[in-house]
């Protein structure tokens, strides 16, 4: 095994006992990189040069005394491209931010950079967030470490599969309606999508702003509630962020679940789902049994409108957010253009892929006079008939259990041609985040062929630390995380 194999908490133990060295590490990271990325393609920048070199300067500080050692000192870590990193190239994957150089930080970044976090490069995605593949980006297609001819699942595909191919030891990734959890589901990594308001969106490149979290994606459950307790709590250059103490999530890995409740929601599975998807979710289930929980149906009766009404409200959003590229202040400008209006015109049009356009129309769309009313206020109530369903079977169970995706990674190319095929691939994950509730993802088996199945645990509001504890003790007493892609 080499050092980028590893986990966080692993290598941690080892710098603590000064077997190694975050260069080390780095180096590892880098020549995995080295092997593996003209396969894969998770990243967008490496910063190679940067990486090693900051790993040298935490070396030597830590030798000096002059930084403490907290669990992600030293530690390679990738970032979606959706997040301000200041003074490295940040494109959202998108033509039309080419060559954007963020002058800021965003909140996570400084927080990790707190911890002295080596930051190894931007990985792909699908641009702005649209996609749940990571096939649209301007910069070419990530593949899926566990087979190549598959996507990565999106659109944090990029940081999902750097994760699990060792070409960074964890990453950041962002959840509008499953970002997070169907990439992971789709890679074998453990990835957490934080209730509303518990991560700061501050230097988060907005999609839709009232879904938008960031969250880590990571190789375990540990790794993930260190990567958390690195980007948790109050911002106040967020006014969505919530000023609630932020517990040690570490503190939560304790395997003991007697007595947890769990719902099961039997509107997560439909007919067409693919069986051994299932068969995989209900072993998990009756694996949390043996450890004490208990399971039961529950109805969370309006799933069957999550789809449509993110796909009102997400977009609606996104038409309002990306109105701001111009072609005026920074980003991408055509060429040739005639007057003012046609720079805008020509701009946008070469500069957004037909996915981004047509979410602007559609939102654009559902916000206009007249059509306001029978669409953009119907979806958002229903949202929150989506978000009592959730408070209703809370008030019973302390955790929902449910698939993640209701397929394993899907062939590149498979769903390009159909959106709607592509939208229903998230049926599972944006209930979550119109609820606007937390839910992970974790590895639970692999199908036949040999390609990844995550399990969804689903939690209250700023409930993370339940479904942390639930994730580790199913962890715990199974093996599937410990898999890796041959590569
Ligand atoms: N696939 C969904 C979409 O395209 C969700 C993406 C995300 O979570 N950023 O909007």
């Not at 000192?73 to 963020?102: E, M, Q, S, W, Y």
Request: charged share 25%.
């Amino acid at each position: 095994m080499e050092l980028c194999d590893y986990t966080i908490h692993e290598l941690h133990e080892m710098m603590k006992r000064r077997e190694i060295t975050s260069r080390q590490i780095t180096e590892s990271v880098l020549s995995r990189i080295d092997q593996v990325e003209s396969r894969i393609r998770a990243y967008i920048t490496v910063l190679r040069e940067e990486a090693l070199e900051q790993a040298g300067t935490i070396d030597q500080k830590l030798q000096k005394g002059e930084i403490p050692l907290t669990p992600l000192t030293g530690i390679p870590i990738a970032v979606k491209d959706l997040i301000c990193t200041r003074g490295v190239l940040t494109t959202c994957a998108a033509k039309i931010l080419h060559n954007f150089i963020p002058p800021y930080d965003a909140t996570v970044i400084a927080r990790l950079k707190q911890q002295n976090i080596v930051m190894v490069g931007k990985t792909n995605l699908d641009q702005f967030g649209m996609g749940s593949s990571t096939e649209n980006s301007y910069y070419g297609i990530t593949r899926n470490p566990w087979d190549l001819s598959r996507v990565p699942g999106g659109s944090s595909g990029g940081s999902a599969a750097a994760v699990i191919a060792g070409e960074a030891i964890g990453a950041l990734g962002t959840d509008t309606g499953g970002s997070i959890r169907q990439p992971s589901s789709f890679c074998s990594t453990t990835g957490l999508k934080p209730t509303y308001g518990r991560v700061s969106r501050y230097g988060l490149i907005a999609y839709a702003s009232s879904l938008d979290q960031i969250g880590p994606i990571a190789k375990d459950v540990t790794d993930c509630a260190i990567l958390l307790n690195a980007i948790a709590g109050y911002d106040p250059k967020d006014s969505t962020s919530v000023n609630l103490p932020t517990p040690d999530y570490t503190r939560a890995l304790v395997p003991d679940i007697t007595g947890l409740k769990i719902g099961i929601p039997e509107e997560y599975f439909i007919a067409g789902m693919d069986g051994e998807v299932e068969e995989k979710i209900w072993e998990a289930v009756r694996v949390l049994e043996k450890l004490g929980a208990s399971s039961e149906k529950v109805s969370l009766p309006h799933t069957e409108y999550a789809v449509a009404a993110y796909y009102i409200i997400a977009p609606a959003e996104a038409s309002s957010n990306l109105a701001r590229y111009d072609g005026v202040k920074y980003g991408y400008r055509a060429d040739k253009y005639t007057d003012l209006i046609d720079m805008y015109m020509t701009t946008r049009s070469q500069g957004f892929t037909p996915e981004v356009k047509r979410r602007i129309m559609l939102g654009t769309y559902s916000l206009s006079s007249g059509y306001y009313d029978a669409y953009y206020l119907k979806a958002q109530k229903v949202r929150t008939l989506i978000k009592r369903d959730f408070e209703e079977a809370f008030k019973k169970y302390d955790v929902l259990i449910a698939p993640v995706s209701p397929t394993p990674a899907f062939k590149i190319g498979e769903k390009t041609e159909d959106p709607l095929q592509m939208y229903l691939s998230d049926i599972f994950t944006i209930p979550i985040n119109l609820a606007g509730v937390t839910a992970l993802s974790i590895p639970c088996g692999f199908t036949r062929d040999g390609l990844p199945i995550g399990l969804q645990i689903i939690g209250k509001h700023f409930g993370e630390e339940t479904i942390l504890k639930v994730a580790y003790a199913f962890e715990q007493n199974t093996e599937h995380h410990k898999k890796k892609p041959p590569l």
